[in-house]
């Protein structure tokens, strides 16, 4: 009864203005800024929730995989064929991509109707008339002796698990073929194509027109990443970061989601902007409650929309003098090609009094006026909703993408958008409203269902070469469980060379004596100076020990070594450190006091005893003149003498890696391997080596010079990055990379350092920021850019950790041996950037010793302050074989 009043109220009006007679009766159809603002948020919550593999069964707005991971880059070419299905016609093409090298795209074309018989009948019927169309077209263009690739474009919502396989959701529009739902489209064509032994057609791609869309203007613009169709269905789809779909395996990269938001709303979020017109026009509709976002914004609605619009107002009087004609109460009597007629600037007013005409009504000029603004209001709001979820979509892309501000282009298609004379650009004056932070082009595509089907399958084409390109460079990087053994093995004969005399001098793992001749006991205790020098920093420590394995004290002072002095002469060198000493011992309240020494030194020595080291050569940027050659120990001692203001005792030379070992083995007495993974790669292992002179101890550790130069320079930080900027090089000279252009940067050796390969292969690591450290790097990178080099850095490091692995299982594999052991437990001390900092070397190399050295349990032990704790317990270790030697 209410409202019968209220439209009662309305016959008192009718001779105000046309206009603001409709405004009053349509007024739940006008959006305000504020309602089209919350629409955006609520579309933006359904993205989410259609993303979210827990929610997305629920979800309205299905937020569809397309398995498209990448948009044209310019370089694909070669001939195509292409299917449209989707509409009252069907549509078989030939695309010629990139004729003769050039970046253009020639089609030809031929339409088959598709009638209601078809589109309503067997499943089976349906796709044997598509396979027939093919054939037909293949005949008349001569191509059936042809090999061709084929794209599918299938115009309705469906579910994909790869590119090329696609399982119907639901029918849509007029189509309602029966045994296709819930089934794979693709084997339903490559069935019916069976029928046509004759064909040779291979089916890449099954692509929907919105994705199409997007494709086709992303051949002529890299800046589109969203596809939007507006016509007799609507829907729109974009590039979305893999690490967000959580629908699919893997978390690199990024995948065309097809939004399929037609059917936003069907949960019941937009009731409150549905009117009784829409409500109306669902129940009358082939598929009630569904796809009721499309329902208030396509083409193939619009028309119907404004016919009950129209019918409503007429019963209440306000038009035509309350008489209505048979045809205006006939369903889908006035089209959206009618609406769009009656909104032209200039014909407008005369379109719709011919319409209204010929509908058999006898309109008056107030009529016409009122039955345009009514035409106004619906395509409006139209405009206003897909204006809503486009600008929840681009906002998207710009918040993904951690920008302020977004460049992008948006890809539309669809009879709606390209015939109605007012719609593009209220389109665009709302997405802009509402996404002030995007800088949008609307780019309009030319068949892009058609073109856009060939653009994938020609994109897929060329990613299946890339890919296997790319594949057989990194090829050269993978190592097999063979290839692994191989290299335990002959690490394995290196160490009995290097251990004996007569081989030792052939050996490439050189096996080098340390005379440290025993391990922490956990009776160490007393106060010790350590000394650190391997770089620019000099470090001075005071370790306190008492009994008990956990009770350690360190306290040190880091002093800097001026370049003058690293390169200035031996004798000013060593007094430089002897005066950061006496520093060190001043600022502990110290100085004068008697006290062990044990004196880390990161430079190649050949020692002799536990407390002489001749330094073979400078390295590290280090150049003090008369040293090489000489005992660093005694070049100390006598800077020390010279000072002449302390007594301390040198007791051991000391290597980092003997450092990390002992380190360890004062908390775990099992540990007996030492092992440095960073810049260099260097291991310690107690052994039994043949000596000119006798030692008071079986064993000892023996530095491992880790196999020749080539084993380091494939498994050492300090290679690492160097390599990958090779491979990058290499693949960049076949186009694989960086479009094809090696920077200047690129060309730079060293650039690459490894540390990149840690920040890159981060899990935590976004491509995003992939592609910020590569621009750091002066390597302007595109998404798929950032994969492959993802990809190198991870086979070369896989690689690294391996053969470190394989290696260091012959170690162990030794001890077990030596001991006499079925099965030997042990404990490995480590240390190095590369072990710590680089997210997935630790497990690999342990993943590699415990399958090539099943018969040893190895526990890993990260080392720490090998160089300075270790150096400590090395002195203590020193001192009780040198008070042995003395009661002995």
Not at 124 to 134: K, P
Request: glycine residues 8%.
């Amino acid at each position: 009864m209410f409202a019968v009043h209220l439209l009662a109220s309305y016959l008192t009006k009718l001779k105000e203005d046309p206009i603001k007679k409709v405004d009053r009766f349509l007024y739940h159809m006008r959006l305000s800024d504020e309602t089209l603002l919350e629409i955006m948020a609520r579309f933006q919550a359904e993205m989410e929730k259609g993303l979210r593999k827990d929610t997305n069964p629920t979800a309205a707005v299905k937020m569809l995989p397309t398995f498209v991971r990448a948009i044209p880059d310019g370089s694909e070419h070669g001939e195509f064929l292409s299917l449209d299905l989707g509409g009252s016609k069907f549509r078989v093409s030939k695309v010629q991509v990139s004729e003769e090298g050039k970046h253009k795209v020639h089609m030809e074309s031929q339409f088959y109707p598709v009638t209601g018989e078809i589109t309503r009948g067997n499943g089976s019927q349906l796709f044997e008339y598509v396979a027939d169309c093919l054939a037909d077209f293949m005949e008349a263009k001569d191509l059936k002796q042809k090999e061709l690739p084929l794209g599918f474009t299938f115009s309705f919502p469906y579910w994909q698990t790869k590119l090329d396989e696609g399982v119907l959701l639901s029918w849509t529009k007029k189509f309602k073929a029966r045994g296709v739902q819930d089934t794979d489209v693709v084997s339903h064509l490559r069935r019916a194509l069976q029928k046509h032994p004759d064909l040779h057609v291979d089916i890449l791609a099954l692509v929907s027109d919105t994705v199409g869309t997007m494709m086709t203007c992303a051949y002529d613009d890299p800046y589109c990443e969203v596809g939007v169709i507006i016509g007799t269905g609507s829907n729109a789809c974009y590039m979305e970061d893999m690490s967000n779909i959580d629908l699919v395996e893997g978390d690199e990269g990024r995948m065309c989601i097809n939004t399929e938001w037609g059917a936003f709303g069907d949960d019941g979020v937009l009731e409150d902007i549905r009117t009784e017109f829409d409500r109306e026009l669902d129940l009358g509709s082939l598929h009630p409650g569904k796809q009721l976002f499309e329902k208030m914004i396509s083409g193939l609605y619009l028309g119907e929309l404004v016919r009950l619009i129209l019918l409503k107002m007429t019963r209440a009087g306000l038009l035509f003098g309350g008489k209505a004609s048979c045809a205006l109460h006939t369903k889908d009597k006035i089209e959206t090609r009618h609406v769009a007629a009656m909104e032209k600037y200039k014909e407008g007013l005369a379109n719709t009094k011919e319409i209204l005409t010929n509908l058999g009504l006898e309109p008056s000029e107030a009529d016409c006026a009122a039955v345009q603004q009514v035409c106004t209001i619906v395509s409006f709001r139209s405009a206003n909703l897909c204006a809503a979820a486009l600008a929840a979509i681009l906002t998207r892309l710009r918040e993904n993408k951690k920008l302020v501000r977004l460049r992008t282009t948006v890809g539309v298609d669809g009879t709606l958008y390209k015939t109605h004379p007012q719609y593009p650009k209220r389109l665009h004056k709302v997405v802009r409203k509402l996404a002030p932070n995007c800088d949008v082009r609307f780019l309009l595509s030319e068949s892009g269902s058609t073109k856009g089907a060939a653009m994938v399958t020609a994109v897929a084409s060329r990613v299946q070469a890339q890919r296997k390109q790319i594949d057989e460079v990194l090829a050269l990087f993978q190592l097999t469980r063979d290839n692994l053994v191989d290299v335990k093995n002959r690490m394995r004969a290196e160490l009995e060379y290097g251990l004996k005399k007569e081989t030792h001098p052939m050996a490439t793992v050189k096996m080098l004596p340390t005379y440290v001749c025993g391990l922490p006991d956990g009776t160490e205790k007393g106060k010790f100076l350590a000394l650190d020098l391997g770089g620019t920093n000099f470090r001075v420590l005071l370790v306190k020990f008492r009994k008990g394995r956990s009770s350690v004290r360190m306290y040190n002072k880091i002093f800097a070594i001026p370049l003058e002095i690293m390169q200035g002469t031996g004798e000013e060198l060593f007094d430089h450190i002897v005066q950061c000493i006496a520093d060190f011992l001043d600022y502990m309240g110290l100085k004068g006091a008697q006290l062990p020494l044990g004196f880390t030194f990161s430079f190649p020595c050949r020692q002799t005893s536990i407390d002489k080291g001749i330094l073979v050569e400078w390295t590290k940027g280090f150049k003090a003149t008369d040293c090489e050659g000489e005992d660093v120990v005694d070049l100390l001692r006598e800077a020390i003498k010279r000072r002449n203001e302390f007594d301390l005792d040198i007791v051991a030379l000391v290597n980092d890696t003997v450092g990390t070992m002992m380190t360890c083995a004062h908390e775990d007495p099992k540990c007996e391997i030492g092992l440095i993974a960073g810049s260099t790669e260097r291991g310690v292992v107690r052994m039994a080596p043949e000596l000119e002179s006798p030692m008071p101890g079986p064993l000892m550790p023996v530095l491992l010079q880790l196999g020749d130069p080539q084993y380091e320079k494939m498994t050492s930080g300090m290679y690492l990055g160097e390599i990958v900027r090779q491979i990058l090089i290499d693949l960049t000279k076949q186009g694989l990379l960086f479009r094809g252009h090696i920077s200047e940067c690129l060309r730079t050796r060293g650039i690459f350092e490894t540390k990149f390969l840690s920040q890159i292969e981060s899990d935590r690591l976004a491509l995003l920021q992939v592609r910020a450290i590569l621009q750091q790097l002066g390597l302007d990178s595109t998404c798929d850019d950032s994969i492959v080099v993802k990809e190198v850095c991870g086979a070369v490091s896989r690689r690294a950790a391996q053969l470190c692995g394989a290696g260091l299982a012959a170690i162990v594999q030794k001890r077990r041996e030596d001991q006499g052991l079925k099965h030997l437990k042990i404990t490995v001390g480590v240390d190095g950037t590369l072990y710590k900092l680089h997210p997935h070397f630790s497990q690999i190399l342990q993943e590699t010793v415990k399958e090539l050295a099943p018969e040893c349990d190895v526990t890993f032990m990260l080392s720490e302050d090998g160089s300075g704790k270790g150096a400590a317990l090395i002195t203590v270790v020193a001192q009780r074989f040198r008070q042995l030697q003395k009661e002995n």
